[in-house]
């Protein structure tokens, strides 16, 4: 089993930064894909960033050059810098693990970008 366990989120002004920040725990193969989600409000849960176990990155457009997706191996984290945060970003982010093609999340954490 897995757990995940999420933080990080809060209120931030347009154009802020935040870094989210989640820990992995319990049985984790090496080859596992780590990542960020988000659902909006009224919206389906889309993915934001993610990281393989060989260290590809992948991002959805909309965050492309704002966003950074970094991993640590060893202590099995997975981190996400936000900058030029912008309102449309406003939702809950959810980490998330998969290996062999079982989905594992953590519980979320809301950010919201606002002034």
């Known amino acids: 089993q897995v757990q995940l366990v999420d933080s990080g989120g809060g209120l931030v002004q347009p154009g802020g930064s935040l870094r989210l920040s989640c820990a992995a725990s319990?049985?984790?193969?090496?080859?596992?894909?780590m990542g960020w989600y988000r659902q909006a409000p009224g919206k389906e849960r889309e993915v934001v960033a993610t990281?393989?176990?060989?260290?590809?990155?992948n991002y959805a457009d909309s965050v492309k050059g704002r966003f950074t997706i970094s991993r640590d191996y060893a202590k099995n984290t997975v981190d996400l810098q936000m900058s030029s945060l912008k309102p449309e970003d406003t939702a809950v982010y959810y980490c998330?693990?998969?290996?062999?093609?079982?989905?594992?999340w953590g519980q979320g954490t809301q950010v919201t970008i606002s002034s």
């Open positions: 990281v393989t176990s060989g260290g590809g990155t």
């Open positions: 998330n693990l998969r290996q062999y093609a079982s989905d594992y």
């Open positions: 319990g049985t984790i193969f090496r080859f596992s894909t």
